[in-house]
């Protein structure tokens, strides 16, 4: 006979999921450039929205990502520069990760693309802004008031 187990707190990272950070929700609007270097890093850009962040990354939820982009996403390496605004002094932060997985929703699209969904890693060796880490930090349980905040 099974047991059922009861948790009390929140388990830590899953099989198969290497975070050690918990992931926060959030739904502030960002800048998403796409970088492809094959193409002399020309950034693509795009309006996402932030789904859950961590220090070390975030997934983003992009509306329409364009067919086009999508294929030349897939045959290239892909960086992402991700842009919010500061819940309190409104200053641009602007990180520089690589894009580590997609979901691409093809059947929920139009003609002009569909939407995606984007996991961002992002390394101090790609210059983490510590505005970024102090940013996440006022998400925690202590500051959760900036998980709402608007971006610019």
């Given amino acids: 006979?099974?047991?059922?187990?009861?948790?009390d707190e929140p388990l830590g990272p899953q099989r198969g999921d290497a975070r050690s950070q918990q992931r926060l929700p959030n739904r502030l609007k960002v800048k998403l450039d796409i970088l492809i270097?094959?193409?002399?890093?020309t950034p693509?850009?795009?309006d996402a929205r932030i789904v859950d962040l961590t220090e070390g990354g975030m997934q983003l939820r992009v509306p329409q990502l364009p067919f086009v982009l999508h294929n030349q996403m897939m045959r290239h390496t892909r960086l992402a520069r991700v842009t919010l605004s500061h819940p309190r002094t409104g200053?641009?932060?602007?990180?520089?990760?690589r894009i580590v997985w997609m979901d691409f929703q093809k059947g929920a699209g139009n003609e002009l693309g569909a939407p995606c969904s984007l996991g961002i890693f992002f390394s101090e060796k790609e210059g983490l802004d510590a505005r970024y880490a102090e940013f996440v930090e006022s998400l925690g349980p202590a500051?959760?008031?900036?998980?709402?905040?608007a971006a610019k």
């Avoid at 006979?1 to 948790?7: D, F, N, R, T």
């Avoid at 500051?143 to 905040?149: I, V, W």
């Fill in 1 to 7: 006979m099974a047991k059922e187990y009861q948790l």
């Fill in 37 to 41: 270097p094959e193409q002399t890093f």
């Fill in 44 to 46: 693509k850009p795009l």
């Fill in 91 to 97: 200053e641009p932060i602007k990180l520089t990760g």
């Fill in 143 to 149: 500051g959760g008031a900036a998980a709402g905040g």
